[in-house]
């Protein structure tokens, strides 16, 4: 930039030479350029003064934005209550037809917001007279309490609680909706199921998690979002279901059993299509643990699962059954059954005397103590060991059931040959009905082992082989003839010819020994007996026919006429054709040849 | 007759004082003055009965307090903005030099209240924070320096200026007052550029703050929590910002309602630092709305009326002193929604505190002072251009 000068030398000299004043000049000069620089100045400062000025305002919106934006937002603390991310998802749990055995419903429920409240102690008064259980003064307290802004009132209300709770007309009382475990048949499979109960709550949804049973089990497939809409099908047939419930209670009551429990599965896949246990419970409305009395007496108890029980001679089959795979014997081999066999201060006897020899078959047909025990004495402890081990009954029974892993059999220890002895007709080693489903599906469907399941399945399992197919052969015929010859002969159902072994185990006493009158009833049955397809085993816990001269509480009469009702009713919802005896006959003597 | 023997009275042909000052000041600037003071009462009688009442006080103990310097700082503003700017500069320059005087003995003299900075001069009745008055003081001063080196052949002042800022900068960090500090660099750096200064030296003028900020963060503690504080990505409810962040949620738009906020009791400047906090809890963000406009007002009218000016100091001391004031209430506010670290830093007005309050008047009244319509040669312009 070219600058004028302030004293430019021309006219000074001739400002000189005209006797004025250079000095004039100079200010002139300077006055000039001091306005330049000014309105230079002035033009450039506005230029950024006005940037500055749109600098601050945006500043200003920004902030008034910001302020906007925080205003809009939900509070900190409510939003602890509003909990975003608690999905109320839980899957459904059908039977193995889609049946629904478990389901969601849509319900409400209250809570407060205490600042938003016009009356607290009236709508605490108000809330006292809808809902008689709850503590009004309590309610109050909380109301009115200043720390407080959420209260929660209720977990559920039903459509006429949430219209009465609405017409009180108090804006701090607020519903959130929730999803609500309905069990749509109540007491059916209520320990196949187990319960639900509320989790984590917030304002718009609640955790819904699984208590016990297949709920527990299943939880995180239940509560996957990715399968929410897919239910969880189970092996269970509903109608079975309620009608082996029905024909166990009706028993349980006649025969004024303590308790019951049931397991039908099918002897190929392991698919338990039924589990009953009695004394049950409406898992919609679960009840409480029991703080007292026996918990093996409690609803909540599963028998067939959770419950371990020297099962008594249901499981000689079992005995026979390593005897005939080992080749010591055959069906027809005579067994040396004189008794009592006295080992130390123990003596092993026969319900009654049935004579000095016995078949195997025999054996088994008039359940002998002393014959099975002869038997197992000959093969020695560790081989019985290491054969029921094969079968899964000297472990926790493995089953899609929360409880199931929790339970696990009482074993001798150690496992001398008189415990060998006893286990051979069931004492001295408890089995739940469940493993001794699965170790007689094993028995009858050709020797495959079998994991029990609740989840549908389409095919058989291809477990390992325990028996061969023809020691299998053999003990099909076996309890067919227990049935037709036997103890069980209440369970000759016309058509359906049914094979199976009783038990009537003495119930151990609390302090050591065994009741007198006291026992626990077990039929194992297999059905048809001639083709087993299903395996039912039912137990009745201290049941008792009066009917006779003299109270009778032998399977016999107990366990086995509950068993065959059972089987004569779920038989044709099986689609089980009716066959006569003389077809059975030839399939098992076609099946025995074939080995 | 009178008059022919003892000649005519001298007429002096200036207006008289009053209406001239009514005639010349910005009216919607001191508009928006008074209201934020009430304002600030309004929310005075929200905020503080909790302290009072912790302190053991008559609940309305800061309120009264409050009204007493209010009046005090709009008495100041008053007389001064009927000042003419020579005598604000004189009256500025002077103070800025007792100031600076107060902020060097500072350390020796003054109390820090347990708040871990030393900033107060503690009196019997009341305290005074020096670096409250520095601010606007300051501006003026700078504005002078600036304003003369642009001048033929006049003394470096852009040069003095800058080591003037920097002393007083260096005065304030050392006690420590990083808030005013960075409030005082930034007043400077606009003034600078009001003044004309050269882009480029402005971006590395930009540079070296980050750098500066990057060194207080690394060698200050105190100045590295709040840095942390504020870059922690969720924010604990239970810290100050937590507790103001939930307060204007709760508010909403049109507030809990008069009395009803909360956030009050749980925060301890609540009187102070968060007053916009409790603003938006009670009275909702349509307050909150209205308080900004009003600082929008007070910057956006000074500096339209500024651009006018054709004296370069004038235009340069009201800049200062206006971008002082509203950064301080943006940084205020900023910090209570979060865009900005916590500062400690009072809302200019609003905010209950007798130092600030007064000083806010001082500054103020200069403002109105520096913005009164003058005769900006509009007229002499026209005829200079004809001839």
Sequence with gaps: MIRKPLRPLARILKAREQGENPDYIEQENLRLRRQELRDTGRMQAELRLLLLALIFLSGFVLLGARMGLLAATEPLEVRAGLMEDISGARADITDRNGRVLATNLATHALYAETRRMVDPLRAARELGRIFPDMDVDRLAARFTDPDRRFVWVRTQLSPEQKQAVHDIGEPGLMFGPRKMRVYPNGRVAAHVLGGARYGEQGVRAAELLGVAGAELYFEDRLRDPAQANQPLRLSIDLPLQATVTEVLSGSMAVLNARGASAVLMDAYTGEVLSLVSLPDFDPNDRPAPPTSGEPADSPLFNRAVQGYYELGSVMKAFAVAQALDEGAVTPDTIIDTRGPIRWGRFEIDDFRDYGNEMSVTKVMVKSSNIGTARMVQAMGAERQQAFLRRFGLLDSARIELAEAARARPLLPDPWSELSAMTISYGHGMTTSPLALAAGYATLVNGGYAITPTLLRRDAPQEGAQIISARTSAQMRKILHDVVFEGTASFARIPGYPVGGKTGSADKPAPNGGYKEDAVLATFASVFPSHDPKYVLIVTLDEAVDTTGPEPRRTAGWTAVPTAAEITRRVAPLLGLRPVSFAEAEAKFQADLRAQ | ?387
């Design chain 2, 1 to 387: 007759m009178t008059e022919m023997v003892y000649g005519t009275t001298p007429l002096r042909v200036v207006d008289p004082i009053l209406p001239r000052w009514w005639r010349t000041i910005d009216k919607m600037t001191l508009t928006s003055v008074l209201l934020l003071m009430a304002v600030g009462i309004l929310l005075g009688l929200a905020a503080s009965p909790p302290l009072a009442q912790r302190n053991g006080l008559d609940p309305f103990y800061y309120v009264q307090r409050q009204v007493f310097f209010g009046g005090l700082g709009i008495g100041a503003m008053l007389l001064i903005s009927m000042a003419s700017p020579e005598k604000i500069r004189r009256f500025a320059t002077v103070g800025f030099l007792l100031t600076l005087a107060a902020l060097i003995l500072l350390p020796f003299l003054g109390t820090d209240f347990g708040k871990g900075a030393v900033r107060w001069y503690s009196f019997g009745v009341g305290s005074i924070q020096p670096s409250e008055f520095m601010k606007p003081l300051l501006a003026v001063f700078v504005a002078w320096l600036m304003a003369a080196s642009a001048d033929v052949g006049g003394p470096p002042g852009r040069a003095i200026s800058f080591g003037v800022v920097l002393l007083v900068v260096g005065l304030l960090v050392i006690q420590p007052d990083f808030g005013q500090a960075a409030l005082i660099s930034a007043g400077w750096i606009v003034m600078y550029f009001v003044a004309g200064a050269p882009i480029l030296l402005l971006t590395g003028l930009a540079l070296l703050v980050i750098a500066g900020g990057y060194v207080a963060y690394n060698n200050s503690e105190h100045f590295a929590r709040r840095i942390d504080g504020f870059l922690a990505a969720e924010v604990d409810p239970r810290t100050q910002m937590g507790y103001a962040q939930n307060a204007i949620s709760e508010g909403g738009f049109f507030g809990a309602g008069v009395g009803e906020g909360r956030v009050k009791w749980s925060l301890p400047d609540a009187h102070t630092d968060f007053i916009i906090a409790v603003a938006a809890e009670e009275y909702g963000l349509i307050l909150v709305v209205f308080i900004i406009g009003l600082y929008a007002t007070i910057l956006l009218r000074s500096l339209f009326r500024l651009m006018r000016e054709r004296d370069m100091f004038i235009r340069l001391a009201g800049t200062g002193i206006a971008v002082v004031f509203s950064l301080q209430a943006m940084i205020n506010m900023g910090v209570a929604v979060r865009l900005l670290p916590s500062k400690g830093m009072t809302l200019p007005l609003v905010s209950y505190g007798g130092s600030s309050l007064l000083a806010t008047g001082i500054a103020i009244g200069m403002l109105l002072a520096l913005t009164r319509q003058r005769p900006q040669g509009e007229i002499g312009e026209i005829l200079s251009r004809r001839g």
